[in-house]
């Protein structure tokens, strides 16, 4: 059926004058098999590396209820952070719609558009996905951090908290520069007047990701175990194979970079490079830890402060104005 009317064509995700009949045909752009197989085999591979017992490093639990300062504040942190999160992810699921511009590169067989996602659709974002996993992480830190308090014998699955907590570490500072070093200068090139990533709900998204993994680990003493990398690699590769499904069903990929439609060798360049920025902040938390392990509080609050200001996303690069209709 198609739609005669720019509030059916919007609330069916596309905006009205890049609407077609087109969209509503099944001969949607499909990921070529060799590369959904290569992928699958990365995630395999992933999730075995977390698994095996010889990784496993249980000296580092201690660590989810342990902090350089008293335990109750850490407890309150955490619980403040939580709330914080789940009230985020419910307003931008539940009443917020997000204006997606959507222009892919030159030899793509997706169509360049703007797409409005509200409700489920929300998820079809990286950033949102990894704000919700970070908003389980402080659930389950929270509860973790007062079952230290107790001092009780409990069962829970403390080592599940700090995979969790090192796959948000890595993960949300992949959101924060992919944002800041990639999307924003896109954008700025190719778009004209405000720009959405810029407006004030989406700073707070692509932002308060990465404070809030920084003050933690700052607070927590967290540290992050080379071995448990596997876990940051699962989460990334299988939002990866996640946008094949979406392409296929819907015909878009809601970033560019992540467009299985391009040559192979540029597909597999663009994908190892995310993974490869993933790694490298997994490894970098690793070092980080260790290297601050035994400097004083304010030493450790400094260099995390510094880190977050080197990839937080801002209006400092004005964007291009609007062309003038005369």
């Known amino acids: 059926m198609i739609h005669s009317s720019a509030a059916a064509a919007e609330a069916d995700g596309f905006s009205e004058d890049e609407f077609s009949e087109d969209e509503n045909d099944d001969h949607f752009p499909k990921p070529a098999k060799g590369l959904v197989a290569i992928l699958v085999a990365v995630a395999v591979a992933a999730a075995t590396c977390i698994w095996t017992p010889p990784l496993r490093d249980r000296a580092t639990l201690d660590y989810v209820g342990a902090a350089v300062v008293p335990t109750t504040i850490l407890l309150a942190t955490r619980a403040i952070s939580f709330l914080f999160f789940a009230q985020r992810a419910c307003v931008g699921i539940s009443r917020r719609t997000l204006t997606l511009p959507l ?7 997706f169509r360049n558009r ?11 974002t ?13 659930l389950l830190a929270t509860t973790a951090t ?7 014998s409990v069962f829970f699955p403390f080592e599940l908290v700090h995979i969790v907590f090192e796959v948000t570490w890595a993960s949300s500072h992949l959101v924060t520069t992919v944002t800041t070093y990639v999307l924003v200068p896109s954008a700025l090139q190719r778009q004209t007047g405000d720009i959405p990533l810029l407006q004030p709900d989406q700073l707070i998204m692509h932002n308060a990701n990465v404070l809030a993994a920084n003050i933690d680990a700052c607070l927590s003493k967290m540290r992050l175990v080379p ?23 819907r015909g878009w990929v809601p970033y560019f970079f992540l467009d299985y439609t391009l040559p192979l060798r540029h597909v597999l360049a663009n994908y190892l490079g995310l993974l490869f920025v993933a790694l490298a902040f997994f490894f970098f938390g690793v070092g980080l830890a260790a290297v601050l392990a035994d400097k004083p509080f304010s030493v450790v609050a400094a260099a995390h402060a510094a ?13 291009k104005p609007a062309p003038k209709i005369d």
Request: proline share 3%; glycine share 6%; with cysteine.
């Open 103 to 109: 222009t892919y590169t030159r030899g793509s067989a």
């Open 114 to 124: 703007t797409v409005y996602l509200s409700g489920g659709d929300r998820l079809s």
């Open 126 to 138: 990286f950033t949102m996905l990894t704000w919700l996993l970070q908003t389980v992480y402080f």
């Open 146 to 152: 007062a079952l230290r308090l107790t001092e009780k």
């Open 307 to 319: 880190l977050v200001a080197a990839i937080v996303t801002t209006k400092r690069t004005p964007p």
């Open 227 to 249: 071995h448990h990398a596997g876990a940051a690699a699962l989460w990334c590769v299988s939002y990866v194979i996640f946008t094949f499904a979406w392409g296929s069903s």
